[in-house]
């Protein structure tokens, strides 16, 4: 038996050949080097290949033929072939080009959800879904509470049609409910085994002609090195400056687990993101220390909490610090080398980072044990003090002198340090209104700087605060990251108007936005533009170090997309959008909304509820397509299945019909997977999601439709309930959402959730 768990479903896409498929799109089939090898030779079929994407090509085609079948089969998903990478896979022997054929469309099946079976409970979704859920469910209902085994049907009073089916035990009477298209049991719709006589064969679908070609459609490129693609992606991953999204991370990961510790001359010199440079350090730390990877390590960390992600991410928690995490034993040599790292920082500035993640710190001492290399590392103990509130004359007599024992660092005659930590002095000067002090506090942190740009610019009362305020701006302007500066911009020019809420995304992976009233002054339109005009120039001076083009063509279609500046919790998905952005949904599609799950082997039964709750133009609730209504409106659900056990995990549908929807007065509709029985879906073997464009109204056939996939993503994380995007069915768009909530209780449905 298959054992699966829930950390599947982020091994799934972690191989060099789809890493490559998915951020390059470019395939390096074997350099062709048996050309003239007999294309009649026996080609084998691949273990662990999954056996109905290897059947494009069979021994005895010849590779032009092969290469004209697996193009069909990649054009049935929304790939094709470029003309170098046709060529090259037309020289390959028949055998060879089985291998990269059957490899390469199981990858993009991976990447599209293709790759799972996908069994709805109503087998000929959408027609065989009933007009009236509540009379359906009066049915269950009434066979659940008064069939007896030796009694006629309470249903339909035949004789001899009642059996229970397996594992559940349910009375269900074959002429009341088809075999042929119940996937589940009809009362509870758990999953029944597959060998239960009361499952009958599937009827054959047919699978294509409804579809166009999808929006993103895409060439596959021959690529050359492997090899060196790769250390071209890892390198391009380190330097970048934002914290990476989830699928990137994972990529990381995977590229760093690629690289030979022995040879460290391809490490950049400087890493800009915080939690990159953690995942690297954490991978570079690994037992057993290669040579020169702690003079690596040392010119590569230059802040506290630098030490503080290494030690979370390699005790396998989160880089970005939310939550409180538990610390994996430190080794005694590489104990020695961070409180080395650390002694450098000064105590100061230790004080001064530690302070932000004071209860994580506290269980790194428990680790690293400072007091007992205080005469080694006195910087180091002296922090720990601070942060403890501990007397260091018993911790380290030899230390402990009461006095200045270093710039704004004292200890008093009862053995406590204070430190005068910068934080806590900008934060004064802010609350006193001192600008002069705020400014150049602030000038010593640029990216600080521009965070408190709007608190500054608003405490500035006299033309002197002003110019310190802007002197400092223009000097700092050129050192922060680009996200920083662009969202200074964005935020500052907004200013002199009034709004009426703010809206703040925590940072977390599972958040609930919290909206607050505006109640900050506007600012004057001349501060304003003076503000405007440093940031801008400055991104221009920045856009003018770039190579130049010739000719920049510039898609609209960018238009409707968020800059992704904070991507932390962005979905692992076939298309990655920044939360916010805005996709045209092309006129005349039908939409069909996808999820699909499977239950841990050993865990609880879970039962995901694909919901779509629709609204009219001013957001008034018009109804909800989910298990409690399969038909409302032009919305039609596939039904309601309760459990996912291997191998058929469950499916659930929504096709949605935009021109009847519109008919009944609906404006937006809202898709939100729930957890119903509140398991996150962190703890479930997989579950994913997505959303397919056909071109014609779909009645019968092949529910899954690769080609017509747009998105798919995965559902991840702690959260139970998740909001991945709402449709406009006026403007035809789809607005990318990408909200998990956590919440509490079970029984979830979307229409509590308002
Ligand atoms: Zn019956
Ligand atoms: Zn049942």
Same mark, same amino acid.
């Given at each position: 038996?298959v054992?699966?768990?829930?950390?599947?479903?982020?091994?799934?896409l972690?191989?060099?050949a789809?890493?490559?498929?998915?951020?390059?799109?470019?395939?390096?089939?074997?350099?062709?080097?048996r050309i003239?090898?007999?294309p009649?030779?026996?080609?084998?079929?691949?273990?662990?290949?999954n056996?109905?994407?290897?059947?494009?090509?069979?021994?005895?085609?010849?590779?032009?033929?092969?290469?004209?079948?697996?193009e069909?089969?990649?054009?049935?998903?929304?790939?094709?072939?470029?003309p170098?990478? /046709?060529?090259?896979?037309?020289?390959l022997?028949?055998?060879?080009?089985?291998?990269?054929?059957?490899?390469? %469309?199981?990858?993009?099946?991976?990447?599209?959800g293709?790759?799972?079976? +996908?069994?709805? %409970?109503?087998?000929?979704f959408?027609a065989?879904?009933p007009?009236?859920?509540?009379?359906?469910?009066?049915?269950?209902?009434?066979?659940?509470?008064?069939?007896?085994?030796?009694?006629?049907?309470?249903?339909?009073?035949?004789?001899d049609t009642?059996?229970?089916?397996?594992?559940?035990?349910?009375?269900?009477?074959?002429?009341?409910?088809d075999?042929?298209?119940?996937?589940?049991c009809?009362?509870c719709?758990?999953?029944?085994n597959?060998?239960?006589?009361?499952v009958?064969?599937?009827?054959?679908?047919?699978?294509?002609?409804?579809?166009?070609?999808?929006?993103?459609?895409?060439?596959?490129?021959?690529?050359?090195?492997?090899?060196?693609?790769?250390?071209a992606?890892?390198?391009?991953?380190?330097?970048?400056?934002a914290?990476?999204?989830?699928?990137?991370?994972?990529?990381?990961?995977?590229?760093?687990?690629?690289?030979?510790?022995i040879?460290?001359?391809w490490?950049?010199?400087?890493?800009?993101? /915080?939690?990159?440079?953690?995942?690297?350090?954490?991978?570079?730390?690994?037992?057993?220390?290669?040579?020169?990877?702690?003079?690596?390590?040392?010119?590569?960390?230059?802040?506290?909490?630098?030490?503080?992600r290494?030690?979370?991410?390699?005790?396998?928690?989160?880089?970005s610090l939310?939550?409180?995490?538990?610390?994996?034993?430190v080794?005694?040599?590489?104990r020695r080398?961070?409180?080395?790292?650390?002694?450098?920082?000064?105590?100061? /500035?230790l004080?001064?980072?530690?302070?932000?993640h004071?209860r994580?710190?506290?269980?790194?001492?428990?680790?690293?044990?400072?007091?007992?290399?205080a005469?080694?590392?006195?910087?180091?103990?002296?922090?720990?003090?601070t942060l403890?509130c501990?007397d260091?004359?018993?911790?380290?007599?030899r230390?402990?002198?009461?006095?200045q024992?270093?710039?704004?660092?004292?200890?008093?005659?009862?053995?406590?340090?204070?430190?005068?930590?910068?934080?806590h002095?900008?934060?004064?000067?802010?609350a006193?209104?001192?600008?002069?002090?705020?400014?150049?506090?602030?000038?010593a942190?640029?990216?600080?700087?521009?965070?408190?740009?709007?608190?500054?610019?608003?405490l500035?009362?006299t033309?002197?605060?002003?110019?310190?305020?802007?002197?400092?701006?223009?000097?700092?302007?050129?050192?922060?990251?680009?996200?920083?500066?662009?969202s200074?911009?964005?935020?500052?020019?907004?200013?002199t108007?009034?709004?009426?809420t703010?809206?703040?995304?925590?940072?977390?992976?599972?958040?609930?936005?919290?909206?607050?009233?505006?109640?900050?002054?506007?600012l004057?339109s001349?501060?304003?533009?003076?503000?405007?005009?440093?940031?801008?120039?400055?991104? %221009?001076?920045?856009?003018?170090?770039?190579?130049?083009?010739?000719?920049?063509v510039i898609?609209?279609?960018?238009?409707?997309?968020?800059?992704?500046?904070?991507?932390?919790?962005?979905?692992?998905?076939?298309?990655?959008?920044a939360?916010?952005?805005v996709?045209?949904?092309? +006129?005349?599609?039908?939409?069909?909304l996808?999820?699909?799950?499977?239950?841990?082997?050993?865990?609880?039964?879970?039962?995901?509820?694909?919901?779509?709750?629709?609204y009219?133009?001013a957001?008034?609730?018009?109804?909800?397509?989910?298990?409690?209504?399969?038909?409302?409106?032009?919305?039609?659900?596939?039904?309601?299945?309760?459990s996912?056990?291997?191998?058929?995990?469950?499916?659930e549908f929504?096709d949605?019909?935009i021109n009847?929807l519109?008919?009944?007065?609906?404006?937006?509709?809202?898709?939100?997977?729930?957890?119903?029985?509140?398991?996150?879906f962190?703890d479930?073997?997989?579950?994913?999601?997505?959303?397919?464009?056909?071109?014609?109204?779909?009645?019968?056939?092949?529910?899954?439709?690769?080609?017509a996939?747009?998105?798919?993503?995965?559902?991840t994380?702690?959260?139970?309930?998740?909001m991945?995007?709402?449709?406009d069915?006026?403007?035809?768009?789809?607005?990318?959402?990408?909200?998990?909530?956590?919440v509490?209780g079970?029984?979830?449905?979307? +229409?509590?959730?308002h």
């Open positions: 038996m054992v699966l768990t829930s950390s599947d479903t982020r091994r799934r972690a191989n060099p789809r890493l490559l498929l998915r951020r390059r799109a470019m395939i390096y089939p074997p350099t062709p080097a003239g090898v007999n009649d030779a026996a080609a084998p079929v691949h273990a662990g290949v056996p109905a994407a290897a059947a494009p090509v069979h021994a005895g085609v010849n590779p032009a033929a092969g290469v004209d079948l697996l069909t089969d990649l054009v049935d998903r929304g790939w094709l072939l470029g170098a990478l /046709r060529d090259a896979l037309v020289r022997d028949v055998a060879e080009l089985v291998n990269v054929g059957a490899t390469l %469309l199981a990858d993009c099946d991976a990447l599209l293709a790759d799972r079976p +996908h069994v709805p %409970l109503f087998r000929d959408p065989s879904t007009d009236d859920t509540m009379a359906f469910f009066v049915d269950r209902i009434l066979t659940a509470w008064f069939q007896t085994p030796d009694q006629p049907c309470v249903l339909c009073d035949t004789d009642v059996a229970p089916v397996n594992p559940c035990g349910h009375l269900v009477c074959r002429a009341c409910f075999g042929a298209d119940f996937s589940a009809p009362i719709h758990r999953r029944i597959p060998d239960d006589p009361f009958k064969p599937a009827r054959p679908r047919p699978l294509r002609g409804e579809s166009a070609a999808p929006e993103r459609l895409r060439v596959l490129h021959l690529g050359f090195d492997q090899d060196a693609d790769l250390r992606e890892l390198v391009g991953l380190l330097a970048r400056t914290a990476l999204p989830p699928a990137d991370a994972d990529d990381l990961a995977t590229l760093l687990a690629l690289q030979p510790r040879d460290l001359s490490l950049p010199a400087r890493v800009p993101g /915080r939690e990159t440079k953690a995942r690297l350090l954490a991978w570079l730390l690994t037992d057993p220390l290669p040579a020169g990877a702690l003079d690596r390590a040392a010119a590569l960390v230059d802040t506290a909490t630098d030490v503080l290494l030690l979370v991410v390699r005790s396998d928690g989160d880089a939310i939550g409180r995490p538990r610390l994996a034993p080794p005694r040599p590489l080398a961070l409180l080395g790292l650390l002694d450098c920082i000064g105590t100061v /500035r004080v001064d980072d530690m302070r932000r004071r994580a710190w506290i269980a790194v001492g428990e680790k690293l044990h400072p007091g007992e290399y005469d080694r590392y006195p910087a180091v103990a002296l922090a720990f003090a403890r501990s260091m004359t018993t911790l380290c007599p230390t402990a002198v009461a006095g024992v270093a710039e704004d660092v004292r200890i008093d005659d009862a053995g406590r340090v204070t430190v005068a930590v910068w934080g002095r900008v934060e004064s000067a802010l006193d209104g001192d600008v002069a002090t705020a400014v150049s506090l602030l000038a942190r640029p990216g600080e700087l521009l965070r408190r740009l709007d608190h500054l610019l608003r500035a009362a033309d002197e605060d002003l110019a310190a305020a802007f002197a400092a701006l223009t000097a700092a302007a050129p050192q922060v990251s680009p996200a920083v500066l662009l200074a911009l964005g935020q500052v020019r907004t200013r108007a009034r709004h009426r703010r809206v703040f995304f925590p940072a977390g992976r599972t958040s609930t936005a919290h909206v607050i009233d505006d109640e900050r002054a506007v004057p001349g501060v304003v533009a003076r503000a405007v005009d440093i940031l801008q120039a400055e991104a %221009l001076r920045r856009a003018a170090t770039l190579r130049r083009v010739d000719r920049a898609d609209t279609g960018l238009d409707g997309l968020v800059v992704p500046f904070a991507e932390r919790t962005a979905a692992r998905a076939l298309l990655t959008l939360r916010g952005s996709l045209p949904v092309p +006129h005349g599609r039908y939409l069909r996808f999820c699909h799950w499977m239950q841990n082997t050993d865990g609880p039964r879970v039962d995901l509820d694909l919901s779509v709750a629709l009219s133009e957001w008034e609730h018009i109804g909800t397509c989910d298990y409690t209504s399969l038909r409302v409106a032009g919305a039609v659900h596939s039904g309601d299945l309760t996912a056990p291997p191998p058929l995990g469950a499916s929504v949605l019909d009847a519109a008919v009944a007065g609906v404006r937006y509709a809202v898709m939100v997977v729930l957890s119903y029985n509140n398991v996150a962190t479930m073997a997989e579950a994913f999601a997505g959303l397919m464009l056909r071109s014609a109204p779909p009645k019968r056939g092949e529910v899954f439709d690769a080609l996939v747009e998105q798919r993503f995965d559902l994380g702690p959260g139970k309930v998740t991945p995007f709402v449709v069915l006026a403007e035809e768009t789809m607005r990318w959402m990408d909200v998990t909530a956590r509490t079970t029984n979830h449905a979307v +229409h509590r959730h």
